[in-house]
Nanobody
Framework: QVQLVESGGGLVQPGGSLRLSCAAS????????MGWYRQAPGKQRELVAI????????NYVDSVKGRFTISRDNAKNTVYLQMNSLKSEDTAVYYC???????????????WGQGTQVTVSS
C-alpha cells in the first residue's frame, strides 16, 4: 500500500552534509509517523530520527542531536533527513520507515524503504 523510495545517500567527507529523501506513495492519508533508521555493519538497526504526524514532534537519537534534522513536505509526500557535520560513525545504511493506518482494516501497519548507503570517509 505505502511504498517508500529513498534517495540522497552517497560518499561524503567528515564534516560534510547530505540530505536523504524518502518519497511515499500509495495509501498515505493516515500516516502516524515517519522516521529514519540506520544499520552499520555488525550492529543492530537503530532509530535515528522520527517525526510524529499529529503533533509534528521530532525525536532523535542522542548521537545525532544538533547535527541531523528530520522534516516532511506534505505537498510532496516526502520526508527528509538533513545530515550535517557528518562523522565516520554515521556510516551506515539508512532506512526510511512509515507507520500508517490501513484503510481496509484500521490496523497499524509498517512499511520500510529499500535503504540507502551513507559513507563518511576521507
Amino acid at each position: 500500500q505505502v511504498q517508500l523510495v529513498e534517495s540522497g545517500g552517497g560518499l561524503v567527507q567528515p564534516g560534510g552534509s547530505l540530505r536523504l529523501s524518502c518519497a511515499a506513495s500509495g495509501s498515505i492519508f493516515s500516516i502516524y509517523n515517519m522516521g529514519w533508521y540506520r544499520q552499520a555493519p555488525g550492529k543492530q538497526r537503530e532509530l535515528v530520527a522520527i517525526i510524529i504526524t499529529s503533533s509534528g514532534s521530532t525525536n532523535y537519537v542522542d548521537s545525532v542531536k544538533g547535527r541531523f534534522t528530520i522534516s516532511r513536505d506534505n505537498a510532496k509526500n516526502t520526508v527528509y533527513l538533513q545530515m550535517n557535520s557528518l562523522k565516520s560513525e554515521d556510516t551506515a545504511v539508512y532506512y526510511c520507515k512509515v507507520e500508517y493506518r490501513s484503510p481496509d482494516t484500521g490496523q497499524r501497519l509498517v512499511s520500510w524503504g529499500q535503504g540507502t548507503q551513507v559513507t563518511v570517509s576521507s
